[in-house]
């Protein structure tokens, strides 16, 4: 396989608009960067990450609709997470089991709630990404979802927490992951995604 990054942007479920490959972008002989539209709780990936909150008891927005999908397994072994080792500080991540979901795994990050405070909230963002990456590496993950991190209920502007998803994911070498998958939901993050993805290619 040539060393480069294809890029695939496409809605759930149908065949990607276009594909183009960067060369020499990672160390790793191969990494696939995607975007879809769409449900994380759908897609068939090794691992999907959540946006939890500190209590990892469940909430809204997607990690309600990941514990809804994923059964009372997922909450369980959140629970004993907690009993374990107390709250998920912001930008930290643990990993449960998938229970129904198509993945293998959830990993649960909790991200930064936006206060205007540029320094801290994006580093804690990054953090989000970095610490879910190093995670799934860990468990031997060859294929990552992310939902957009903190951008909804948390309110952290859209196109820096993009602009901070996509550069963390292009940052980090790995020899043992392959494919990263960025869900969007909402049109607003499709935009701002497509035009990360797109303006990097012609880089
Ligand atoms: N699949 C993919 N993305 C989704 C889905 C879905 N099924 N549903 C929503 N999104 P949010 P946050 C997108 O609010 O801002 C929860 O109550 C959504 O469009 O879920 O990190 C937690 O318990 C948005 O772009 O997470 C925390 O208390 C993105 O997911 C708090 O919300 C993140 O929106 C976390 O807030």
Redesign the pocket.
């Known amino acids: 396989m040539a060393g480069g990054v294809s890029i695939l942007c496409c809605e759930e479920n149908t065949i990607p608009e276009w594909t183009v490959t960067i060369e020499n972008w990672k160390k790793a002989d191969f990494m696939n960067i995607e975007l879809i539209k769409?449900?994380?709780?759908?897609i068939q990936v090794d691992a999907i990450v959540?946006?939890?909150?500190?209590?990892l008891?469940?909430?809204?927005?997607?990690?309600?609709?990941?514990h809804r999908?994923g059964g009372k397994q997922i909450l369980e072994e959140c629970i004993e997470i907690r009993n374990r080792q107390g709250k998920c500080n912001t930008g930290e991540a643990v990993v449960t089991t998938a229970g129904n979901l198509p993945a293998q795994y959830v990993i649960h990050t909790?991200?930064p709630?936006w206060n205007g405070d540029e320094e801290k909230c994006f580093s804690l963002l990054e953090n989000c990404y970095k610490n879910s990456l190093k995670l799934a590496e860990s468990l031997g993950v060859k294929t990552i979802a992310f939902?957009?991190?903190?951008?909804?209920?948390?309110?952290?502007p859209?196109e820096a927490a993009g602009k901070i998803a996509v550069e963390t994911v292009k940052n980090f070498k790995s020899d043992i992951i392959e494919k990263v998958v960025f869900?969007?939901?909402?049109d607003?993050?499709e935009a701002v995604y497509r035009e990360l993805l797109e303006n990097n290619n012609k880089m």
């Open positions: 769409g449900d994380i709780t759908k959540n946006a939890a909150n500190s209590s008891l469940g909430g809204g927005g997607v990690d309600g609709a990941i999908a909790f991200g709630v939902p957009n991190i903190s951008t909804g209920v948390y309110r952290f859209k869900i969007c939901f909402d607003e993050n």
